[in-house]
């Protein structure tokens, strides 16, 4: 009965620690300092920078969680566009709900434009044409856009289901990121930042870029 018992609650703790790993897939925290794995299109700067030290009376657990550093984005706009970054991902995305991040406003208004792809011809490339703003041309863009609030930090968690396709006609049309028959799921992550007037700048800075439930 004893060693029942301790296998039972050994099989338990297996579970429990599949469960914590399978919680979420990050795709960054920039805690390397470096932001080697993101590409940048338009004028926006990039910076991974340390973020301020923690001070005061009031706890903020936001900004506990965000660790040593952080993605800094600043852009000047021309109609509207600072410009983004992005990066592959190639994620199985069917286990999760959402998509979250942390940013930091500091007063500049702006919005973020966060563009997901899924692979539906299997080939583990996104297609693009650059004559047509470069459109996804056989696979999935699905599309979400989120304001810039601040100063400080802001916890953003976005259901998949409030992302809207933005190239109907190209891909299937199905929320499908996943590793069925050789596809590559979730490939790539686009973050576009753009401003509330014409003309101005936009600045946020990003942290803990993860899909979760």
């Known amino acids: 009965m004893k060693r029942i018992l301790l296998v039972s609650l050994f099989c338990l703790g297996l579970l429990v620690v599949a469960r914590a790993e399978f919680s979420f897939y990050l795709i960054d925290n920039f805690e390397s300092g470096k932001p080697d794995k993101w ?4 004028e926006v700067k990039l910076l991974v920078d340390k973020n301020p ?3 005061g009376t009031v706890r903020d657990v ?3 969680s965000c660790g040593d550093y952080s993605l800094q984005l600043k852009g000047r706009a021309t109609n509207w566009f600072a410009g983004g970054i992005g990066t592959d991902i190639f994620a199985d ?5 959402r ?3 942390d940013a930091y406003g500091n007063g500049h208004a702006g919005r973020i434009k966060i563009e997901l ?4 011809n299997g080939n583990l490339v996104l297609e693009q044409d650059p004559a047509r703003d470069w459109l ?10 989120v304001p810039i609030l601040g100063p400080g930090w802001t916890r953003i968690s976005i259901p998949f289901s409030a992302f809207r396709l933005d190239n109907p006609g190209h891909g299937d049309g199905v929320w499908n990121p996943d590793h069925k028959d050789g596809s590559g799921g979730l490939l790539k992550i686009q973050l576009t930042l753009l401003t509330d007037k014409p003309q101005g700048e936009v600045e946020v800075a ?3 870029l993860l899909l979760t439930y």
């Not at 995305?93 to 709900?97: A, C, I, L």
């Not at 792809?117 to 539906?120: A, E, L, R, V, W």
């Open 117 to 120: 792809f899924d692979d539906d």
């Open 93 to 97: 995305g069917t286990p999760f709900t």
């Open 136 to 145: 996804a041309t056989s696979d999935d863009k699905w599309v979400a856009e």
């Open 62 to 64: 936001i900004a506990e």
């Open 99 to 101: 998509l979250q991040m």
């Open 206 to 208: 990003l942290d803990n």
């Open 53 to 55: 030290s923690l001070e």
């Open 39 to 42: 590409y940048k299109f338009g």
